[in-house]
């Protein structure tokens, strides 16, 4: 069974562009998270879905970053305009609603570099 | 709210030596408990779990006991390889609590000299 899978892997970009990263959750899972991971600030949540419905965006930074869920398969993360403060990896996630011990399952990250 | 609360890194050891990665926790209800870890430039990745009081979860030569007397959740190794050599992260998570996310540790850099 195929993991979640995030894209790009690394991408550099210049303030002030717009990035957007996108996530293939596991196939049957509920939930999907959002998490950024610094060396300042460790990993964060961001947002997480449910059945494609945003539950809790508290961890948000501000109004450059959105973030949807159109359908069960597909989630999209958008920095616009984009920082250097917002270099960090991106991790996807997922989770079943029921079983598994309520694992999370990472993908592999999104490495992003805003110079 | 739910916390994590892990040991102070980094730890270097030397090959084949014991491993003891200290991990406690702060929750309302009765949370489930993971160790992740990455490897350099890699994502995270589970290496273990306890779902209940007394559960040990084991992986790899890793193992970690739930105890709910105490709210910890400690990584040892009895004998660590270079190839453990990454980082650590102790986390719970409280569905039952409407907690459906993971509470991350600050996680612990662990390097293994051979």
């Known amino acids: 069974d195929a993991g979640v899978i995030q894209s790009p892997r690394h991408e550099v970009t210049e303030m002030g562009q717009e990035v957007t990263l996108r996530c293939k959750p596991i196939s049957g899972h509920d939930y999907l998270f959002w998490y950024r991971q610094t060396m300042m600030r460790g990993l964060e949540l961001l947002i997480y879905?449910?059945?494609?419905?945003?539950?809790?965006d508290s961890g948000m930074p501000e109004d450059r970053f959105s973030a949807k869920m159109p359908n069960a398969s597909f989630s999209t993360l958008k920095i616009q305009p984009s920082e250097p403060r917002d270099s960090a990896v991106y991790f996807c996630?997922?989770?079943?609603?029921?079983?598994?011990?309520?694992?999370?399952?990472f993908g592999e990250g999104s490495w992003l570099t805003v110079v | 709210g739910d916390s994590v609360t892990q040991m102070e890194g980094p730890v270097t050891l030397s090959e084949e030596a014991f491993l003891t990665i200290n991990c406690t926790y702060t929750a309302t209800g009765y949370p489930s408990l993971f160790w992740y870890v990455q490897y350099p430039g890699e994502g995270l990745q589970l290496l273990l779990k306890?779902?209940?009081?007394?559960d040990k979860g084991s992986n790899k030569g890793f193992e970690a006991t739930y105890r709910k007397e105490t709210t910890s959740f400690h990584l040892e190794k009895g004998s660590v390889q270079v190839s453990d050599s990454a980082v650590y992260f102790c986390?719970?998570?409280?569905?039952?609590?409407?907690?459906?996310?993971?509470?991350f540790g600050t996680g612990t850099r662990l390097t293994i000299i051979p």
């Open positions: 879905f449910n059945n494609n419905v945003p539950i809790d």
């Open positions: 986390a719970l998570s409280d569905v039952n609590f409407g907690n459906e996310k993971l509470t």
């Open positions: 996630a997922s989770r079943a609603r029921q079983g598994s011990g309520n694992t999370i399952y």
């Open positions: 306890a779902t209940k009081a007394d």
